[in-house]
């Protein structure tokens, strides 16, 4: 696997790319791989003939008092699994090579990025969006994937993509899930042991609604009141939001649409998110996407 | 001279320029077509195989009240123009080709976007930079071409193309002036004849300031109000700014540096811009590019 620090380096690869003909697949991360981040490696590896992960831990979609120098880093195990996996290459800019110094461009996707998660992180995804789109001018690919485990995250992206018409195919992947049904996530290494059991009920929460949906159920207050119960009776009382949304704009109008529930809460100290298709027949595993 | 209206019409023009390993150089316009706009054909011309004119009255950097729908739309002379000089595609894209309904997407270059021009046509740089990008991904052009005439959208450019990345080379080519001075503008239709007449103070404002700096004057409230002078022994009373800025960065303080004088001021209800490179032995017509 080539190991490609600068963009000169970057640039030399995609040429080579270039040269034979190869598709880029593209899986921009922050490291701290678990197996959903290689699921979406394994998908860009089904139609793509070569696969770039980037890992940058992007300081601008932190806000003021979030996790950024807590975030984990662990290069040499991320590095590890993207070799066994067969990965062809990693790119690891510099925060200079990302933002060269005396920067001034941001990308603004209003008002999908001040809602839900935005609303409490303000900032917070208009840095997401800035570098997705800086990142996708680096390396571009045939196609870029993204978990929908970041499901707002992943909406943004494609509407991001679609009105700048940049040349790139945007491709979402299930969320992968523990066993218990806990998202899997770089951050719920923070939980303690207790946290960790607790965390299961935003599984529970968002099958109770998808449950009671399929029973008929089409009224938006009712079904996130079902979830909701689920968390609370679970001990987790901070809770950012219980929404059920059209599932291609985020819209709160859905009525004759795919609905999709979004949830954000602190476990303890960590904030977790996660989400799920209501009209979906949805396994561990098998996921969203 | 190909005629290009849609997406999938460029794709494939691109597609064959990029099988025959042609470079393309890209100049997006407004259309109204003067020789300004030809120098750029030319300059891309020089170093690039394949050369493509876009013709798109953006409305997302008119604000209200300004002149939008006046604007003059004279794409029969455009066609002919662009076919005698040799230009191998102009692309003409609908509204909804440029911007697909429900876009949510805007690109910020700040503080450069809000001062100067940007402080008295608020958004205006905002548009300018989105439909850019957007112009850019589309035709995803080897390099593009842009007259200095507006420098302050010129140093925008290559800002946001530096700090997204963006793989294109931005050019920026000299101001093209009439025999009296008068920078050639689409704009200048609006005039009449005395305030033709009147206008040419602009180019002379510009000239007094810099020949006041190449004698050795260096302070910059000085420089501006020698250019001042100039504009309101002319009648010109209605002056948007003027301005010595560092040359590159467009900062107040330039010390050392090169400096640029930019001129905004209304002739009539003609809002006109002009702009100098006080060092250079500038000639009409050999400008500062």
Same mark, same amino acid.
């Given at each position: 696997m080539k190991v490609i620090k600068d963009r000169e380096t970057l640039d030399g690869w995609l040429e080579e790319c270039n040269r034979q003909g190869d598709e880029v697949g593209f899986i921009p991360t922050m490291g701290a791989l678990h197996a959903g981040h290689l699921s979406l490696v394994a998908e860009a590896q089904k139609s793509c003939s070569k696969t770039i992960v980037s890992i940058f831990v992007n300081p601008t979609q932190f806000g003021p008092g979030e996790d950024f120098a807590q975030y984990p880093r662990t290069f040499t195990e991320d590095r590890a699994k993207l070799e066994e996996v067969g990965c062809d290459a990693v790119f690891l800019p510099s925060t200079e090579t990302v933002y060269p110094p005396g920067g001034q461009t941001f990308i603004r996707v209003e008002p999908l990025a001040s809602q839900l998660c935005g609303a409490s992180r303000p900032g917070h995804f208009q840095g997401v969006a800035t570098v997705v789109s800086i990142l996708l001018n680096l390396v571009r690919p045939r196609r870029a994937y993204f978990g929908v485990k970041d499901y707002q995250q992943f909406t943004l992206i494609k509407q991001m993509v679609r009105d700048l018409a940049m040349a790139v195919e945007v491709v979402g992947v299930a969320i992968v899930r523990e066993q218990d049904g806990l998202a899997l996530s +770089?951050?719920? +290494?923070?939980?303690?042991a207790v946290e960790r059991e607790q965390a299961t009920a935003l599984y529970r929460a968002l099958t109770a609604a998808k449950t009671l949906y399929q029973d008929g159920e089409s009224d938006s207050k009712i079904l996130e009141d079902s979830a909701r119960q689920v968390l609370l009776a679970a001990g @987790?009382?901070? @809770?950012?939001y219980v929404e059920v949304r059209h +599932?291609?704009?985020?819209?709160k109008e859905w009525s004759g649409q795919t609905p999709v529930m979004l949830i954000a809460a602190k476990v303890g100290k960590t904030r977790l998110i996660d989400n799920m298709l209501l009209n979906q027949e949805t396994a561990i595993n098998e996921g969203n996407g």
């Open positions: +770089s951050r719920n +290494s923070y939980l303690t @987790i009382e901070k @809770i950012d +599932s291609e704009t985020l819209v």
